[in-house]
């Protein structure tokens, strides 16, 4: 039970907001969320300590908010202001050290 869960993507209209949740099996030092758009590299876009720190990239702070619930080993992102830019699978990473553990993604599509 390594691998995290994500869930709550799906289609919004641009300037709409969506939340998305990772679920784990157990609470990891480090969790993050990438997402990844075809012809794209990967893009890294937040993470979350388990102190409760977060880091953001520039190409969503102010938009996205990163946040953790250790009594439920999850992780959620909050995106608001959504552009059609943000279209893309979106992945949670669990990390401890050099192990990083992924899940199979949410697509998110931002259209009219």
């Known amino acids: 039970q390594v691998q995290p869960v994500e869930s709550g993507g799906g289609l919004v209209q641009p300037g709409g907001s969506l939340r998305l949740s990772c679920a784990a099996s157990?609470?990891?030092?480090?969790m993050a969320w990438y997402r990844q758009a075809p012809g794209k590299q990967r893009e890294w876009l937040a993470l979350i300590t388990s102190g409760g720190r977060t880091v953001y990239a520039d190409s969503v702070k102010g938009r996205f908010t990163i946040s953790r619930d250790n009594a439920e080993n999850s992780v959620y992102l909050q995106m608001n202001s959504l552009k059609s830019e943000d279209t893309a699978v979106y992945y949670c990473?669990?990390?401890?050290?050099?192990?990083?553990?992924w899940g199979q993604g949410t697509q998110v599509t931002v259209s009219s």
């Open positions: 990473t669990l990390e401890r050290g050099s192990n990083s553990y």
């Open positions: 157990e609470n990891f030092p480090v």
